[in-house]
């Protein structure tokens, strides 16, 4: 699922290619996509990009009529830059918008559709679909630790929780928490002070570097291949390679639907985190499916 760093890249590289242009056409070749009813699309056709703005995982597109438009790519979900007019056949082609240089197009693979579109009228209408989670660099190391501890969650659960922090899944929480030399099930009410220290140092710089690494990339072409596992990450999808730091073998704990991956010599005190306690406290903590968590919204 693209998360904080990778929304940021597709931002830097749609700002330079449709802010301040109109939309002259949406295409919808998936009916499953289009999670709202009003306004209807059409009334987003020939209005100007505004600005555009990340809500979560979400890329947030505001008009110049004052509507929005919100995607949430999921999983599989995928943007595109493609030549103007791109046809959507196939059937991971959900959807194209048609802009006087190009068309944007959202693709998703696999049989699931998990992607979404939403479209509201106003900023306030919009913000009903921000799960609510502080924004780590908006944000003091005081307020980063009261956030974590508002619920005695594991660190990997605290993390990923749209409710508590904004924009950090399952591939960043993995490489925050090797950083910060920290087990993914420590619980947040156990931390030290030195303990919560290098955690808010980690959230930060680790999404840091990845924002600027992938920026960076997205200055000379449109990011096409956004993935959640990359060759320089040291421990997400890395299961059974050398720790880049200690090169012992990296372990993964495996719970329904996720995966975590961590260096048990680095963050655990050598133990492999792989017994019937440990299935009790993620069967309490962790939900069983990536969209379970994605749901959450604060009340």
Not at 110 to 138: N, Y
Not at 140 to 156: G, P, V, W, Y
Not at 186 to 192: N, R, S
Request: proline share 5%; net charge positive; hydrophobic share 40%.
């Amino acid at each position: 699922m693209p998360e904080l760093p990778d929304i940021t890249a597709y931002l830097s590289a749609l700002q330079r290619r449709i802010a301040g242009q109109p939309l002259t056409r949406i295409r919808i070749a998936s009916p499953f996509l289009l999670r709202t009813v009003q306004p209807p699309l059409e009334e987003f056709e020939g209005h100007t990009i505004r600005s555009l703005r990340r809500i979560g995982k979400r890329i947030a597109i505001e008009f110049d009529n004052g509507y929005w438009l919100v995607l949430h790519l999921m999983i599989a979900g995928r943007l595109h830059w493609r030549p103007l007019g791109a046809k959507l056949g196939g059937r991971n082609n959900l959807a194209a918008f048609d802009f006087p240089q190009g068309s944007l197009v959202l693709t998703e693979a696999g049989s699931k559709r998990r992607a979404s579109l939403h479209l509201f009228r106003s900023e306030d209408d919009m913000q009903s679909v921000d799960p609510g989670g502080i924004d780590v660099f908006a944000s003091s190391l005081e307020q980063f630790r009261a956030a974590l501890t508002a619920e005695n969650r594991t660190l990997k659960r605290a993390l990923t929780d749209p409710r508590i922090l904004s924009g950090i899944g399952n591939a960043y929480s993995d490489e925050i928490l090797h950083a910060a030399r920290l087990s993914p099930i420590q619980l947040t009410h156990k931390l030290t002070a030195e303990q919560w220290q290098r955690l808010y140092t980690a959230t930060r710089d680790t999404l840091q570097f990845w924002i600027d690494r992938l920026n960076a990339e997205a200055s000379h072409n449109f990011p096409e291949k956004v993935t959640a596992f990359r060759n320089d990450m040291a421990v997400h999808g890395r299961f059974g390679q050398p720790c880049p730091t200690c090169g012992q073998p990296i372990q993964r704990i495996r719970y329904a639907d996720n995966e975590t991956n961590y260096c048990a010599q680095c963050q655990t005190g050598g133990k492999v985190l792989a017994d019937r306690s440990l299935s009790r406290l993620l069967g309490a903590d962790w939900p069983r499916t990536l969209d379970e968590l994605e749901a959450l919204k604060k009340r």
